[in-house]
Nanobody, 127 residues
């Protein structure tokens, strides 16, 4: 059973940076695709970034392109989301997700594509 644990959230002023991490604490196989999602109060969960097959494919939602970077360290069973130039609208609970199978590109940022989920880490950006 895959267990995902996020860390690294916190509070930062607009323009600042944060890096959130997600580790599979019961690693038994390499999840083929990992994604970061976020959900703000009263809003639907949305895909932020995803990475598949050791970094061979990545996807980002338009609003974070050029500011966020997803990366993966297979040796540490960890996926990272580096967030720069943060904006108040980035405030949300950030969730890590994993899927053991491959995903088509158009599915990478779709929450229902992923089988396993972490509990989330809060990111708050103040203006």
């Amino acid at each position: 059973q895959v267990q995902l644990v996020e860390s690294g959230g916190g509070s930062v002023q607009a323009g600042g940076s944060l890096r959130v991490s997600c580790v599979d604490s019961r690693y038994t196989y390499s999840s083929n695709c990992m994604g970061w999602f976020r959900q703000a109060p009263g809003k639907e969960r949305e895909g932020v970034a995803a990475i598949c097959a050791g970094g061979g494919r990545t996807a980002y939602r338009d609003s974070v392109k050029g500011r966020f970077t997803i990366s993966q360290d297979n040796a540490k069973n960890t996926v990272y989301l580096q967030m720069n130039s943060l904006k108040p609208e980035d405030t949300a609970m950030y969730y890590c997700a994993a899927n053991p199978g491959t995903l088509l590109l158009f599915r990478l940022l779709v929450p229902s594509s992923y089988r396993y989920w972490g509990q989330g880490t809060q990111v708050t950006v103040s203006s």
